[in-house]
């Protein structure tokens, strides 16, 4: 079964605004991570949030883990056409088996 | 080199053919795995290779057969296939201490 659950499934904005995407999973986690997939390609890892952490950055990219809530946000600020593409968060099992969510598909219109 | 590379990039077989699915890193990483995506669906871990053993078996229908080589090598030998099992199967590794895993491209596999 799915541990992460995305939403939305897909959000469509403008180049230069900003574009957020929530997780949510259902047992207790050590670390959550965030991962993008351009179309038919292989995934490429964005930024991991640890159990202890409550936020963190990475250039554009912003990322909240609220554990009591069992959920996380993923915020592209400042967009761009070349971020178009499905995002998933993902927990991990044990010491390494992963379990994304069903992912949000983000098109960003020039 | 950060990459993970795997061939070939399309395959179409049979239902009755034996191919093999290849993946290659030379990362030094000692966590090799294998996923498969349907469209529009997330990754399903199917299987984990811990210092070149299999460790994780998610499952997978006997169809599917991984090996793993050498620490850089895994395969994926394919043998009465389903079209079912039209996919893209993606191969990703990681360094057994450190919970980011590296992705190659996949392999789009449709099975006729």
């Known amino acids: 079964s799915q541990q992460g659950e995305e939403d939305p499934q897909a959000l469509s904005i403008q180049e230069g605004e900003n574009a957020t995407m929530n997780c949510s999973y259902k047992?207790?986690?050590?670390?959550l991570q965030w991962y993008r997939q351009n179309s038919g390609r292989g995934l490429v890892h964005l930024i991991l949030i640890r159990s202890n952490e409550r936020e963190k950055h990475s250039g554009r990219l912003r990322v909240t883990l609220d554990t009591s809530k069992k959920s996380s946000s993923l915020l592209i600020t400042a967009s761009r056409a070349a971020d178009t593409a499905s995002y998933f968060c993902a927990t991990l099992r044990g010491y390494s088996t992963l379990t994304f969510g069903k992912g949000t598909m983000l098109l960003v219109s020039p | 080199d950060t990459e993970v590379t795997q061939t070939p990039k399309h395959l179409v077989m049979g239902m009755t053919n034996k191919k093999s699915l290849k993946c290659e890193q030379h990362?030094?990483?000692?966590?090799m795995y294998w996923y498969k995506q349907k469209a529009k669906k997330p990754p399903e871990l199917m299987f984990v290779?811990?210092?070149?053993?299999?460790?994780i078996n998610e499952s997978v229908p006997s169809r599917f057969s991984p090996e793993c080589p050498n620490s850089s090598l895994l395969n994926l030998h394919l043998h009465a296939l389903q079209p079912e099992d039209s996919a893209l199967y993606l191969c990703a590794s990681s360094r057994p201490d450190v919970y980011e895993q590296y992705f190659g491209p996949g392999t789009r596999l449709t099975v006729t």
């Open positions: 990362m030094g990483h000692r966590a």
């Open positions: 290779y811990s210092y070149e053993k299999l460790s």
């Open positions: 047992t207790s986690i050590n670390n």
